[in-house]
């Protein structure tokens, strides 16, 4: 009965205090002996203690919200910092506060008032600039704000509606804050390389930020034409015009301003029905104009009405269809809207700049498909959207079809995001270091200009809720702003570091020669120079602070000053120990001790990523094509080249295996991916349908969407027929899409939606046949010059469990590991390239001779050596195609060190066979050879270096297409 007594006294609302006391004193009764005089005082000495409860519980649980005076938490070394209620706290109240620095270590503590908080707030004067935080408790309870994370799913029948899966509170009690070095200086006084890529639908939060931070250029993400020109002929422009206004309040200036232009409105769209949402756009805003008048006429009154703008991006992200959720139309149709676009701009406004639509690393196919339908003409900027990028492979498709070198910039620079299935979120410490790093990859590959992408996280959206989003398999939602949203804006710690560095550098930025020191190479820096001075970038690339390398040292003077990210002065010496995760900003070096670290350069900025070694035991073919036709019906039946899968692994020592067996062919085209599978087994049991449908007489295969080897490339599907009637297919697992935003593509752990499975049992075999459109393989992108890494395996389940599987190349089945996957290259016609025959030419005019034998009807080739350099063979120069294997079969003996080498193109030499010891007994070799994606030509050398006395005989010399 108390406890329900004190819940329900905590829930009495402070305002009404005076009232309920008038009430409640009303009731006590008036009483003259001293007995029942001693009860009264006893009563109301117990009444005021209640009173005295109720206001103090009742303000802990109505605390008003805290705040900071300033715009965005953002003070400058010299000011104060002041917090305070959004509405006065009760007198009553004791406050006391705990500040932390960028180590959340606490550095400043104490008690106040409340009447001097209402008064005069918190205040605080920081000795030194830095990133910090603050919370503050009431009467010994944390203060802390609340919001609500609600997840919501697109309706697969009706995506015009959304389900709500999920909804969860989040609880935030520090308060971020910075003190600035320094007052941030004006646009025009900031280099030019950097720019910003702010949401234009959060322009009246972002823009005031924008001149915190220091920013040379706003690149408007974006002007969307379904938004202006909601009817034709009638743009509503005042949105745009108050984003003009506010960023020229800032100082930024017309000229310094990119429209990014795209998004088709709903009546002038070829798709106008398509009215639901692809992730963040209307599909009917995606494809080309019924009549491309109407984008030009969109241009024109643009450009009229904004005419100090000079730069314009037409259209984001343009892609495959399918690939991207900002255009779902075809190439062809994208070179016509990019022609008119830019022809339009250029009439209109001559001097005027055109930046391709922004592209990223994986839409190199699109982009080799844009130029080839002959799209270079139309852009005067290649515009990029990265994390990391280099500009050479896009240049390597110019030079393919003869386009001049563009210039480039980074329209959308993600430097900062974190998305839900990462498989970890780097600390604010390591992400702001990550950050300079890949900039400065990007001056260095000679970027003009790096637009970040963005100021503000998006709504719902903040580092801590990410592990929610990945629960709920969310793979959209991502953090990337400088700025917190919620629970209201404070800066993060890379806002400040990048406004510190955003100081540093006046004019042009020039990345210079890098340095790897200690025996770990985990000392590293960089030279920079502007247009006025040279300074050092160093860190400590190890996970654990570190003595500064005494020749980094070196460079360090009494009149060198040393600034760490957050603009703080560092002390360095001899026992100056270097902290993991940050960088230090180094003025005024010296150059002489600098010239001396010849032996210490290395290329310190890009990615660091091991090479892994592959396996390359197992080796297929692909057809190049369809195996399907319309109908579902394999086309070619005769000239398909089917794969055995027959290594058994056994998974349950305690049930029996039934023997199973199955083969597979695989087909790519540019618009999916044919799977065929073949499985004799006398048992089926299927009944689980969920990912987790390995367990089940089913089937899996993995892609290494990036070739290299690393798990964060694989891409693994699972299928199976469900209760003898159902077929289903699962993405077991794909990798994150970094900052791309592919439409049409399933989601880790679910069906997958864009495919078409077919399974069927006939008497003891299972026949799987499956299609999976190209969009849902992202971010695997097809190119026949290189080979597919795969793998696959059969799962075997008697009904008893899953007993065992048989597979086909490893990885998948036991621990994943792309490295171990099989090369699965292009299918070539069967047939004998070079024999014997081909291994009489001589490769030098030296003095060895070649014997051409007849032991026992089996022809042979003999090099007997004499001369001191070389003795060798080679074959003819013959044609091969790229990304295509082959197979080199001979038998050798001899008495000598053997090499082997492949000359492609004439040039390029690939190692085959290192030199090995022969004996006088025969050996068979066998050597798979994939030709390079920009092979043509290849010859084969067999030779003997150095080797004066020696000798080496060939037999049953074949390389075949494989």
């Known amino acids: 009965m108390e406890k329900a007594k004190s819940h329900q006294v905590s829930s009495v609302n402070i305002e009404n205090k005076d009232r309920v006391s008038e009430n409640m004193s009303l009731k006590i009764p008036v009483k003259t002996d001293q007995l029942s005089a001693m009860s009264d005082l006893l009563k109301c000495m117990m009444m005021l203690l209640f009173f005295f409860f109720c206001e103090t519980i009742s303000a802990e649980d109505k605390i008003p919200a805290i705040r900071g005076e300033k715009l965005a938490n ?105 003190v600035a070095p320094r007052p941030t200086a004006a646009p025009e006084d900031i ?47 005042s949105s745009v015009d108050e984003f003009m206004d506010l960023a020229k309040q800032q100082g930024f200036k017309e000229k310094n301003i990119i429209f990014n232009v795209f998004a088709t409105p709903q009546w002038a769209s070829t798709r106008p029905k398509a009215d639901w949402i692809n992730i963040c756009i209307h599909e009917y805003s995606t494809v080309i104009p019924q009549n491309i008048n109407d984008w030009k006429n969109f241009l024109r009154m643009l450009i009229a009405r904004y005419p100090g703008v000079k730069r314009y991006e037409l259209w984001n992200e343009p892609h495959f269809p399918g ?121 260095r590959a000679g970027i003009i200009e790096i637009d970040l992408f963005a100021m503000l996280n998006l709504s719902r959206m903040e580092k801590e809720t990410l592990p929610f989003y990945r629960e709920y398999n969310m793979t959209h939602p991502h953090v990337s702003g400088l700025f917190r949203h919620l629970p209201y804006i404070q800066p993060r710690y890379p806002a400040l570091a990048w406004n510190n560095f955003t100081a540093q550098v006046k004019g042009r930025l020039e990345v210079g020669d890098g340095f790897i020191f200690e025996k770990n190479n985990s000392q590293r820096a960089i030279m920079l120079k502007d247009d006025s001075k040279s300074m050092l970038i160093a860190w400590n690339d190890s996970p654990d602070a570190a003595r500064i390398s005494p020749r980094l040292l070196n460079a360090i003077t009494s009149s060198s000053e040393v600034i760490n990210p957050e603009g703080k002065k560092v002390e360095v010496n001899e026992k100056f120990t270097m902290e993991p ?14 010239r001396q670290w010849d032996d210490n ?73 044919d799977l065929v599978v073949e499985v004799n087994d006398p048992i089926h049991h299927c009944r689980m349908n969920s990912i987790r449908i390995w367990n089940e007489d089913s089937i899996q295969f993995a892609i290494d969407a990036s070739g290299d080897g690393y798990d964060t490339g694989r891409l693994e599907f699972a299928a199976g027929l469900v209760n003898d009637k159902k077929a289903v297919i699962w993405k077991v697992k794909a990798p994150d899409a970094d900052g791309d935003l592919p439409i049409k593509c399933s989601h880790s752990g679910s069906p997958v939606k864009y495919a078409k499975c077919n399974i069927i049992r006939n008497g003891n075999k299972t026949i799987y046949k499956i299609r999976i459109d190209a969009s849902e393989l992202y971010p695997f992108v097809f190119n026949e010059k290189k080979p597919v890494r795969f793998s696959m395996l059969i799962n075997n389940n008697n009904g008893q469990g899953r007993t065992s599987y048989i597979e086909w190349a490893s990885g998948i089945g036991g621990v994943k590991n792309p490295a ?143």
């Not at 920081?126 to 799913?153: A, D, H």
Request: hydrophobic share 40%; aromatic share 12%; proline share 6%.
């Open 74 to 178: 953002w003070w400058v070394k010299g000011e104060t910092v002041v917090f305070r209620s959004e509405s006065p706290l009760p007198d009553s109240a004791k406050i006391s506060f705990k500040v932390y620095n960028s180590n959340e270590e606490e550095i400043h503590t104490g008690n106040l008032s409340a009447s001097l908080f209402n008064e005069q707030g918190w205040r605080w004067k920081s000795p030194e600039p830095g990133f910090f935080q603050v919370e503050f408790l009431v009467n010994g309870k944390l203060v802390k704000e609340t919001y609500k994370v609600n997840i919501r799913k697109q309706d697969l029948k009706d995506k015009r509606k959304y389900l709500r899966l999920a909804s969860k509170e989040f609880d935030v009690s520090k308060h971020s804050f910075t």
């Open 191 to 237: 280099a030019p390389c950097f720019g910003v890529s702010p949401h234009f639908s959060m322009y009246k939060k972002v823009i005031p930020l924008l001149k915190l931070i220091g920013f040379n250029s706003i690149r408007i993400h974006g002007i969307r034409w379904a938004n202006v020109e909601k009817k034709r002929g009638k743009p509503d422009w």
């Open 601 to 673: 350069k290395g290329n310190v900025l890009l990615i660091h990523k091991a090479k892994l070694t592959l396996d390359n035991e197992f080796h297929g073919t692909y057809r190049h094509g369809s195996l399907f036709d319309d109908k579902f019906n394999l086309v070619n039946h005769e000239k398909i080249a089917w794969q055995k899968v027959e290594r058994t692994i056994k998974v349950n020592p305690h049930l029996p295996v039934t023997p199973i067996d199955g083969r597979f062919a695989i087909g790519f085209s540019s618009g999916h991916m």
């Open 820 to 962: 171990a996957f099989g090369n699965i290259t292009i299918q070539l016609e069967d047939k004998d390239i070079l024999t014997l025959k081909d291994l009489t030419r001589k490769g030098w005019k030296k003095d060895y001779e070649i014997q051409l034998l007849n032991n026992n009807a089996t022809p042979s080739v003999k090099v007997i050596g004499t001369s001191p350099y070389c003795s060798g063979l080679r074959t003819r120069t013959f044609s091969i195609v790229p990304g295509a294997s082959y197979i080199m079969s001979m038998e050798i003996r001899g008495k000598a060190g053997l090499q082997i080498l492949a000359y492609i193109n004439g040039l390029e030499r690939k190692s085959i066979l290192t030199q090995t010891p022969l004996t006088q007994e025969w050996k068979k070799y066998k050597f798979p050879i994939i030709a390079p994606p920009d092979a043509e030509t290849m010859s084969i050398l067999c030779f003997a270096w150095k080797q004066p006395d020696c000798w080496f005989e060939i037999r049953n010399f074949k390389l075949q297409a494989q």
């Open 323 to 443: 690939f991207s959720c900002f255009w779902d139309d075809t190439p062809e149709n994208f070179v016509k809207l990019l022609k008119a676009g830019y022809e339009t701009v250029k009439t209109e406004k001559p001097d005027a700049i055109v930046w391709l639509g922004g592209i990223g690393m994986r839409y190199l196919p699109f982009y080799d498909t844009l130029l080839k339908l002959g799209g270079g003409k139309y852009f005067d900027v290649l515009a990029l959207h990265c994390k990391t990028i280099t500009p050479e492979p896009f240049n390597e498709i110019n030079r393919k079809y003869n386009v001049a070198e563009k210039p480039v910039v980074t329209s959308e620079w993600h430097a900062m995001l974190l998305k839900p299935m990462m498989p970890d979120y780097p600390s604010e410490k390591l992400l702001a270091r990550d950050m300079l790093i890949r900039f400065l990859e990007q001056i």
């Open 581 to 594: 995760e940050i960088y230090y900003i180094i003025h005024n070096p010296e150059m002489n001790a600098i």
